[in-house]
């Protein structure tokens, strides 16, 4: 049975990659006025792990087992808790296709195609996706792959809902998330800060941010870290000497853990300097790409091609060689540990500010269903919580079908905020003389 104006009488909802704080109020959201419109709303477990394996007579989709649909009752009181009703995984049916090309292709589309059958087989009318960038670009398979079949083909239409805790989403100001996740780990980060001005040490601590630093940013803000570091402030100055240290074309920034740790020796001395003796530096998990190969050629990588950031001990390596440096440069030893946070924040109890926002996210993906019709498109928030939806052209590359990560631009106000509250460091290095006016 369709809902009121609307053609949709039965919407599919996936969640997939890494959990978020909110997840729960954008499903609830999304589902419940479909579900109060007479629409059946399907919540497919475990994001594209079922979908990518599907078929109808060796690996059939079961209601209870692969996915459920959603009564009323389901959603109530949703909005608050932890955690993914439907769960979620990394599973990625678009991993072999590296361009337009490649959704002609019968081998590389293989996994998507299976995907698209599935939803068809269930009878959907619409898909909502929630993810990063990565299900952003799976989406975006789908709506490209489903263009190019056959008129008389059913269509599934796809519309997308942002979500990382990293907050590095083109098209939208915040994501759903990024404040408790900054909040939990800056609680975190002001207990350890506690410990370091109580035994005089100082902890280094890496948080989450795979290619951007916006988290470690508000972690280090919020938390009153006394040093933040991310891959948007490694220049030649924090590299390796040789080739590739000045990432130009055709190269790859190579971090040196020696001069990384001499500038963090260089920020302990100068808060000696004002009797301080303990601290705290906030470092992106991201910066471990930037490492030696040595440090990366065994590293395990997901389904997206992604390094497994947790099997690398940036932090604990760093810290290391904070110490080996301090002891070299005064000739006494430093207590300095290595810290990692992240998990403990991405199911969380979400902020009431993350509740609204992946609210109106939800009710924004039924609305640009229903009242705008659209396919191929991102729901986005601006401003007080108005409801924008951008194309996927606009987000993905057209020539690689690959997404782009946002970065926090060197000298925006967010990137001088965390500046100008760190610890202040004169010196005539050229690190720091762009820098001899913050704090």
Not at 259 to 284: D, P, Q, S
Not at 323 to 347: D, H, I, Q, W
Not at 360 to 389: I, K, P
Not at 411 to 433: I, K, M, N, P, Q
Request: aromatic share 8%; charged share 25%.
């Amino acid at each position: 049975m369709s809902g009121a104006g609307t053609d949709i009488g039965r919407v599919g909802l996936v969640f997939s990659g890494g959990p978020a704080p909110a997840a729960n109020a954008v499903i609830s959201a999304a589902a419940t006025p479909f579900v109060e419109g007479g629409c059946e709303v399907l919540g497919i477990f475990h994001g594209y792990s079922n979908l990518q394996n599907y078929d109808a007579d060796e690996s059939p989709l079961v209601a209870d087992e692969h996915y459920r649909r959603f009564a009323e009752g389901d959603l109530r009181g949703l909005r608050n808790q932890r955690g993914i009703i439907v769960g979620t995984a990394r599973a990625n049916p678009g991993k072999p296709i590296a361009g337009p090309e490649d959704l002609h292709d019968p081998v590389k589309n293989a996994a998507l195609r299976r995907v698209y059958t599935a939803l068809v087989d269930l009878g959907l009318d619409a898909l909502i996706s929630i993810g990063g960038d990565d299900t952003l670009k799976t989406a975006n398979f789908l709506y490209e792959y489903q263009k190019r079949l056959p008129p008389a083909a059913p269509r599934v239409r796809v519309v997308h809902v942002p979500k990382t805790i990293d907050n590095d989403y083109h098209g939208i100001d915040f994501t759903f998330g990024y404040f408790t996740a900054v909040d939990v780990m800056a609680k975190e980060l002001m207990n350890l800060r506690a410990d370091a001005m109580a035994t005089s040490a100082y902890y280094v601590v890496e948080t989450m941010g795979r290619k951007a630093a916006w988290l470690s940013y508000g972690v280090a803000i919020a938390g009153e870290a006394h040093l933040v570091l991310g891959v948007e402030d490694i220049g030649p100055e924090l590299c390796v000497d040789g080739p590739g240290s000045d990432g130009g074309e055709g190269s790859r920034r190579r971090l040196s853990l020696d001069k990384l740790a001499e500038h963090i020796v260089t920020v302990m001395a100068a808060r000696e300097e004002r009797k301080k003796f303990y601290g705290t530096v906030v470092l992106a998990e991201g910066l471990s790409e930037l490492l030696a190969e040595e440090f990366l050629q065994d590293i395990p990588r997901d389904d997206h091609g992604h390094l497994a950031l947790s099997e690398i001990p940036l932090a604990k390596m760093v810290a290391k060689a904070v110490r080996a440096r301090y002891e070299a440069r005064f000739g006494r030893k430093k207590k300095v540990t290595g810290v990692v946070m992240g998990y403990e924040s991405r199911c969380s109890p979400p902020h009431a500010f993350d509740v609204l926002l992946g609210s109106q996210l939800g009710t924004g993906a039924y609305r640009a269903l229903v009242e705008e019709g659209l396919d191929g498109h991102m729901v986005s928030v601006q401003g007080q919580f108005e409801l924008h939806y951008v194309p996927f052209s606009q987000l993905v590359d057209p020539q690689t079908l690959r997404t782009q990560v946002r970065l926090v631009p060197p000298g925006s106000d967010f990137h001088r905020l965390a500046r100008f509250l760190e610890t202040r460091v004169d010196s005539t290095s050229e690190w720091d003389l762009g820098r001899r006016h913050e704090r």
